[in-house]
């Protein structure tokens, strides 16, 4: 049974720093690219970050890229989301998922992840 478990979010002060990290069981993770989405309330699912198997590529939507870094450690099943200088519009719930089909090449269409964690909330407070 595959399953996806993020951490790390939590009650956070416009301006600071947090860091969510995702760690996976029941699928060979270096099989998979791994991205990071976030759905604010009333608002739709968006892509955030992706990272292939190995690390070697990364990818981030623009409105993040200059605040937010990504980053996996294969031998602990691990990807992590770094956000600094989070502003009060970085409020969201922020799901980790897995991509066999990006592997090589990850990719920001939702679709195309197999597996998704359940989710955890960052709340920005001004």
């Known amino acids: 049974q595959v399953q996806v478990v993020e951490s790390g979010g939590g009650l956070v002060q416009a301006g600071r720093s947090l860091s969510l990290s995702c760690t996976t069981s029941?699928?060979?993770?270096?099989?998979?690219?791994m991205g990071w989405f976030r759905q604010a309330p009333g608002k739709e699912r968006e892509w955030v970050a992706c990272?292939?198997?190995?690390?070697?590529?990364?990818y981030l939507r623009g409105s993040v890229r200059d605040r937010f870094t990504i980053s996996r450690v294969n031998a602990k099943n691990t990807v992590s989301l770094h956000m600094f200088s989070l502003p009060l519009e970085d409020t969201a719930t922020y799901y980790c998922a897995a991509s066999a089909s990006g592997k090589y090449r990850c990719t920001d269409e939702g679709a195309k992840y197999d597996y998704w964690g359940q989710g955890t909330q960052v709340t920005v407070s001004s």
């Open positions: 990272i292939t198997w190995s690390g070697g590529n990364s």
């Open positions: 029941g699928l060979t993770f270096d099989n998979y690219a």
